[in-house]
């Protein structure tokens, strides 16, 4: 988790029609928002791996940059048609931080704290007559009585109520696996197999490759003609599916 007034390294995702956009990194001017109030950028972003993890790039944020509950990292490109997706992130307040003031303020050490409830826990075990060891075997006992009971369990429910489990159910339902065949090109993959024959019939769904060289790739369906079985997508893909590769209509 990040933590506030920390330095940190955040990534962002360019696109543009075609895709990820490689090689553009001197074009991109970012700012920060902190909780609502936007702020500038004091390091230079940079390009990740633009064959490995084409359109993805860091930069690096200060600890004087990262001080609110609540940071976005958002910008634009000087690129035609370019866009920089935004990065949202909640910072948690740093906890070491935190004990070492309430330490300095009470003139306390974490080590005399500690040795304290030692004591305490000793004078408590004095005072009832027992052992640390004899409560562990009893723990260890009411485990194994635990144990020898089977616990029930409703695989039908979600917090005691069908509702969600009916909701999930329907969601996969609506899941459907196909194939492509040849005719393909970056903007329409032509399907085969028991898909509709009806037009626009899984328009403003999408399509998400699970094979091939798109393998968890997807894109919007902008439109579906049911007698050919052709999907027209946008943006484009980078690159056009063959023959046999599977997708996924969600």
């Known amino acids: 988790m990040p933590i506030r007034a920390q330095a940190l390294t955040m990534h962002y995702f ?21 909780d609502g109030v936007i702020g500038t950028i004091a390091a230079s972003p940079a390009e990740i791996d633009a064959t490995n993890a084409p359109g993805m790039y860091k930069v690096a944020i ?9 940071v976005t990292l958002c910008g634009k490109s000087s690129s035609s048609g370019v ?38 826990v000793d004078a408590i075990l004095v005072d009832t007559g027992t052992t640390l060891d004899d409560k562990i075997d009893a ?29 999930l159910k329907k969601g996969s339902a609506s899941i459907l696996e196909g194939s492509v065949t040849s005719g393909c090109t970056t903007t329409s993959i032509v399907g085969t197999g028991s898909l509709s024959t009806v037009d626009e019939f899984y328009t403003d769904r999408m399509i998400l490759f699970t094979s091939g060289d798109l393998e968890y790739s997807g894109r919007a369906i902008a439109a579906y003609t049911g007698s050919t079985k052709t999907f027209t997508v946008s943006p484009a893909f980078t690159s056009s599916a063959s023959s046999s590769d599977t997708f996924i209509i969600v």
């Not at 949202?88 to 974490?110: F, P, R, S």
């Not at 009585?145 to 009916?166: E, Y």
């Open 139 to 167: 723990i260890l006992v009411d485990t194994d009585v635990l144990g020898a009971s089977p616990i029930a369990a409703n695989i039908m429910q979600i917090a005691g109520g069908t509702d969600a489990v009916s909701s």
């Open 14 to 34: 360019a696109t543009d029609a075609d895709g990820p956009k490689t090689g553009d990194v001197g074009n991109h001017a970012l700012r920060i928002i902190e």
């Open 62 to 70: 200060t600890a004087a940059e990262n001080t609110a509950d609540v």
């Open 83 to 120: 866009t920089i997706s935004p990065s949202t992130w909640t910072n948690i307040t740093n906890a070491d931080a935190n004990v070492a003031a309430i330490l300095t303020d009470t003139g306390t050490t974490l080590d005399g704290k500690i040795n304290t409830i030692d004591g305490i």
